[in-house]
């Protein structure tokens, strides 16, 4: 089997096929960072962090480029009214900027927190402003664009595909035109679905940065940064694109239209959308949505039902029981959020753990536990099955099969919780196989395992009694060695008798992971 994805463009299952053997480029919608991101949005990182895991689990060179917006006029979702960057500059008695570090700092503590890998290109709109100048100088030299109201836009009826990502009509396209664009009420204005390249004339007074442009001084549309940065650094052609499901119809769209419109070929071959978060009124619901048509509502700012993942860590929740929580659900089906879910995905992550746990002492591999969780997998090494039992590779096939199967990060999760419970399988071999597992579900399973025997061990040697003044404990120790030394040459007889031995002397032997301790009646 090879990796099948479902790409928005044709709304179908395709193989996928990179532009370069061996390698993948591809481009995710980061933040507009002028508040924090809510776990709604990080949704969208998780998903983009299991495709990124993914192509190193099956031996591709990868290069994951990431935008931050991270100027006031570039928000998305603008209410009437105020730019919500600077109203939060204003708020906050900042500049933009300061605001806009601020928020983007949040954001990356938030995906190290969720074990996210950080993209190998993080780009700022603010550091690629002469990029895109040029770009939409291409743009305009190819006869897509035309001045209005002081602003230049791009006129969609131009490009013969418009649209086609989205697969609306027009009438659909202007009812979600976005309001990111919308200067004013421009008579001018050609068609309803045309957007702003550049700004030199804006609904808000006072903008806190511009620059000169043949145009006149302005800024950038909010669209065409992405086009630009996912050019300079991934070429005028590279393999994926990925954001939320909200981008379809406009922001994408509209990436597309000005990027074609600029070289004249295609610029993406697949479009991956991951769906929305939706908040369960109901608290009874299930988080797969199994309950028949569970009250539900999109989180969002506006609505007040606004979650930060600290929101998650203040109510007692490990930032990995949230991205246990997401796993549990496909990429493309919405998922939904309820604290009754947040308990299932708790209890779920620290059941494993402990599992692992007693695998762990069970087979005395204390020692070696910390090792092997601090290994890494280079691309491909992780699923190969040289020197692994018949049984374990089975275990391996089945999860890469999932993740074949457009990502499918429920049944890829299932097959190592069943490999962990598996008794047919060797210890250190399970172990092996989390590891390797774990390096794309992004748990940090062992490593939390090992932690959690080294404080069993810890407890257990603080709960060892103190026999320093007890004038027998070295014949009773030895006693005690004696008998572990007959268990392991199965000689029970001597074991039993030694037994009989201690409990004349008013011994209690009790068996830790430390090994056997006594103490007297």
């Given amino acids: 089997m090879s990796l099948k994805l479902y790409n928005t463009m044709g709304r179908r299952y395709e193989e996928f096929k990179p532009i370069h053997e061996g390698f993948v480029g591809f481009y995710g919608c980061g933040p507009t960072v ?10 969208a990182y998780v998903f983009l962090d299991t495709l990124d895991r993914t192509l190193t689990y099956l031996g591709y060179d990868k290069k994951h480029v990431m935008n931050i917006t991270d100027v006031g006029h570039l928000t998305g979702d603008a209410d009437e009214g105020d730019d919500k960057m600077v109203k939060t500059a204003e708020e906050r008695h900042q500049s933009v900027m300061e605001v806009a570090k601020f928020y983007t700092d949040a954001f990356l503590a938030d ?26 100088k291409r743009i305009e030299a190819n006869g897509h664009t035309y001045m209005a109201g002081g602003n230049l836009y791009y006129d969609v009826t131009t490009y013969e595909h418009y649209g086609d990502l989205a697969q609306l009509n027009m009438d659909e396209l202007r009812a979600g035109a976005g309001k990111r664009d919308v200067v004013v009420i421009d008579e001018n204005k050609r068609n309803p679905q045309d957007f702003v390249l550049w700004f030199t004339k804006s609904k808000f007074e006072d903008q806190a940065l511009t620059w000169d442009s043949p145009w006149g001084r302005g800024y950038p549309g909010w669209h065409i940064e992405c086009s630009a940065m996912s050019m300079k650094y991934l070429g005028e052609h590279f393999d994926i694109h990925t954001g939320g499901i909200d981008h379809v119809p406009i922001h994408h769209t509209n990436e597309i239209a000005q990027s074609e419109g600029a070289t004249g070929h295609k610029w993406v071959n697949y479009w991956l959308h991951n769906e929305f978060l939706v908040v369960v009124k109901d608290k009874d619901a299930s988080a797969d949505g199994s309950k028949e048509k569970p009250e539900v509502e999109k989180m969002s700012k506006s609505k007040g039902n606004f979650l930060r993942l600290q929101s ?24 939904y959020f309820s604290w009754s879910a947040m308990d299932s995905a708790k209890k779920g992550r620290e059941a494993l753990i402990q599992r692992l746990v007693k695998l762990v002492q069970n087979a005395k591999l204390e020692s070696s536990i910390e090792q092997l969780a601090a290994k890494k997998y280079e691309k491909g090494q992780a699923d190969d099955r040289t020197g692994l039992s018949e049984k374990a590779a089975e275990y391996l096939e089945k999860f890469r099969a999932a993740l074949e199967n457009d990502l499918s990060t429920p049944v890829a999760l299932s097959q190592l919780q069943k490999a962990v419970k598996d008794s047919s399988l060797e210890p250190a071999e399970a172990l092996e196989l989390v590891a390797r597992m774990d390096s794309v579900i992004g748990l940090k399973l062992l490593s939390t395992t090992a932690e959690a025997v080294k404080k069993a061990q810890e407890a257990a040697k603080a709960a060892v009694p103190d026999h320093s003044n007890d004038p027998e404990a070295a014949q009773i120790d030895a006693l005690v060695a004696e008998r572990i030394a007959a268990k392991k040459a199965k000689d029970f007889a001597r074991a039993d008798q030694i037994r009989d031995e201690l409990t004349a002397k008013g011994i209690v032997v009790t068996d830790t992971p430390n090994g056997p301790v006594w103490e007297r009646k």
Wanted: hydrophobic share 40%.
């Fill in 34 to 43: 002028y508040n924090y991101a809510h776990i709604g949005n990080l949704r």
């Fill in 312 to 335: 998650l860590i203040d109510k007692g929740y490990h930032p990995l029981d949230y991205r246990f929580f997401l796993l549990g659900g496909h990429y493309r089906k919405q998922i």
């Fill in 111 to 136: 995906i190290d927190a969720l074990n996210i890998i950080r993209p190998d290109v993080i780009c700022k709109a603010t550091d690629h402003i002469n990029e895109m100048i040029e770009l939409i």
